[in-house]
């Protein structure tokens, strides 16, 4: 790497009519730029929000070397948006490490010096996610996440607290852009992909403006694309599961035609009863297994949806919002 060159680093943004709090945000990271010794710029990308970006948006700005806005031409949610920018900085943007973080405040612009610093730490270039050390939502959301964590541990056997808070070396692009798995949801892609990468404690912050517009449903089908990600794995976990029970089925079966014939604990029909039941148990095992194993093989043998090939079909155009464009 040329040490005479300062290194540059491009701030991912997805957006979705929170124009309010992301105007406040990029206040706040032009601050932060004071203690970096990265030259930064910000490629926000707007997710067809159905408010127009604030024609002033980021011209208080001093340090902040340039800001753009990609807009999209259907709203794609924030992890395909994530996605679909980063295929974008990939083909177009040269730059030393990407950061992700959220528009809202909850990824604290202040906390980006610290995330690069992390990142600078490491003798070879890996992905740094911010790990959180503290969570400041309610204390019901708290209860689900904490339950989502040990389910995801149960069916993929990796333990999650991270988001989309992170750094990324430009090199890791290459791999992420032609993985089928980014488009349902990043850091799960990063776990998936064999890549390098390890986290570093940082308290998440509180939404700048208004409230959270991630429902319940919302989050628990954020919470299922990430495990969508190790569905091969997930199916692999269940089968073995469903292979264990259809054992311990057959077992009581087996017990129950011993206690029937070499007992007299019998109870005119308990017998009958029984076992019907537990062939019925068996007959649903069976077929849970038989299905699981079709996905398996499924998920080993599809191409899926590529970001770099299919990506750019929802890009609608690129806006320079600083510094003005005198085209």
């Known amino acids: 790497m040329d040490t005479d060159r300062q290194r540059r680093v491009l701030i991912l943004i997805p ?90 405040g909850e990824d604290r612009p202040e906390d980006v010096p610290m995330l690069l610093a992390g990142y600078e730490k490491e003798k070879e270039p890996k992905i740094t996610f911010a790990s959180r050390r503290k969570r400041l939502e309610s204390l019901r959301f708290r209860f689900f996440y904490h339950s989502y964590r040990v389910l995801h541990l149960l069916l993929t056997g990796i333990p999650v607290r991270v988001g989309n808070f992170s750094a990324v070396p430009q090199s890791a692009l290459s791999t992420l852009v032609v993985m089928s798995e980014l488009w349902n949801h990043y850091s799960a892609a990063v776990f998936r992909s064999g890549l390098p990468y390890h986290s570093i404690p940082i308290v998440r912050g509180r939404r700048l403006i208004g409230k959270s517009k991630m429902n319940f449903p919302a989050l628990l089908a954020h919470g299922l694309s990430a495990i969508s990600v190790f569905n091969d794995i997930v199916g692999a976990r269940l089968l073995v599961l469903s292979m264990l029970l259809t054992a311990l089925v057959m077992a009581l079966i087996v017990t129950v035609v011993v206690l029937r014939v070499v007992t007299g604990l019998a109870i005119p029909g308990w017998a009958t009863y029984t076992i019907g039941f537990l062939l019925v148990i068996l007959a649903q095992v069976l077929t849970i297994s038989f299905l699981l194993a079709l996905s398996v093989v499924g998920a080993r043998g599809g191409s899926g949806f590529i970001p770099l090939r299919d990506g750019p079909q929802f890009i609608k155009r690129l806006q320079r919002q600083f510094p003005p464009s005198h085209d």
């Open 15 to 104: 957006v979705f009519n929170d124009w309010d709090s992301l105007a406040l945000l990029l206040t706040s990271l032009d601050a932060a730029c004071q203690s970096m010794n990265w030259m930064a710029q910000v490629l926000v990308v707007n997710d067809a929000s159905t408010v127009p970006a604030p024609t002033e948006l980021g011209s208080t700005v001093a340090r902040l070397h340039r800001i753009d806005i990609l807009h999209l031409l259907r709203n794609l949610g924030h992890q395909r948006a994530i996605a679909v920018g980063l295929v974008y900085v990939f083909e177009h943007i040269p730059c030393d490490a990407i950061v992700i973080m959220d528009g809202d």
